[in-house]
């Protein structure tokens, strides 16, 4: 049907389809120019360098973190770094790609996009992660298969802690600690070798990558003497 003369329906809807998707990227590409005007700015009032360029690699440059080892086609761009303080840090966004094959056997493409921010730390660290619960782990711990828990009931529902060493972990979560995390936004720490990272689920806003920098040294800073020594 043509509506009376007019322009038939299908191709109607089909040039609306095309206008919202022309929309949309025009939109997201505004969006990203500003992140990264942002994040420059950033850069510039911290005394920070930045690179919006893909850099591969990096899972070789952080071997002790395995969440940048997966996939294909990794790389890390919009690459924040220089001295925060008395830490030097490097902070960036981080993509990697996995496949599948659909009911029809074709394959899909799967495009994981995280931040990650990092800090340098001057002196060793054993391996611990400290990550928001989740359901999984809910059902885990119903077969056996537990975290570490802590005396704040509430700190251990809300985060789920390994670490090969208990001891070490209740002395670098210690009380003022495990309420500091429990006022920070819901990241991911990894601790290992002289690292933290600090890793989001997904992109970072450009004033949550200082948030992440800023969480990673203050759990560094508080980290006892007596658990500086390994």
């Given at each position: 049907m043509n509506g009376g003369g007019g322009i038939p329906v299908p191709f109607l809807l089909f040039g609306v389809f095309?206008?919202?998707?022309?929309?949309?990227?025009?939109?997201?590409?505004?969006?990203?120019?500003?992140?990264?005007?942002e994040l420059r700015q950033y850069a510039d009032a911290k005394g920070?360098?930045?690179d919006e360029g893909k850099r591969r690699g990096y899972h070789s440059r952080y071997l002790e973190f395995d969440f940048l080892d997966r996939g294909s086609n990794r790389y890390?761009?919009?690459?924040?770094?220089?001295?925060?303080?008395?830490?030097?840090?490097?902070?960036f966004d981080?993509?990697?790609?996995?496949?599948?094959?659909?009911?029809?056997?074709?394959?899909?493409?799967?495009?994981?996009?995280?931040?990650?921010?990092?800090?340098?730390?001057?002196?060793?660290?054993?391996e611990m992660t400290v990550r928001p619960e989740g359901i999984f782990d809910k059902l885990s711990a119903a077969f056996g298969w537990d975290d570490i828990n802590f005396e704040s009931a509430?700190?251990?529902?809300?985060?789920?802690?390994?670490?090969?060493?208990?001891?070490?972990?209740y002395d670098v979560l210690h009380p003022r600690m495990m309420e500091y995390l429990l006022s920070c936004p819901r990241y991911e720490l990894h601790f290992a070798n002289r690292r933290v990272a600090v890793r989001g689920q997904s992109r970072?806003?450009?004033?949550?990558?200082?948030?992440?920098?800023?969480?990673?040294?203050?759990?560094?800073?508080?980290?006892?003497?007596?658990?500086?020594?390994?």
């Open positions: 095309i206008a919202v998707i022309i929309v949309a990227a025009i939109f997201s590409h505004q969006q990203e120019k500003k992140r990264l005007e920070l360098t930045f890390a761009h919009n690459i924040l770094a220089g001295k925060v303080g008395a830490f030097s840090i490097e902070a981080y993509h990697y790609e996995t496949h599948s094959r659909d009911s029809d056997g074709k394959r899909k493409t799967h495009h994981h996009r995280f931040s990650v921010a990092i800090i340098e730390v001057n002196f060793p660290l054993r509430e700190f251990s529902r809300k985060f789920h802690v390994k670490s090969p060493d208990r001891r070490w972990a970072f806003e450009p004033f949550e990558f200082a948030k992440a920098i800023e969480m990673g040294t203050t759990v560094v800073e508080g980290i006892p003497e007596f658990a500086r020594e390994i």
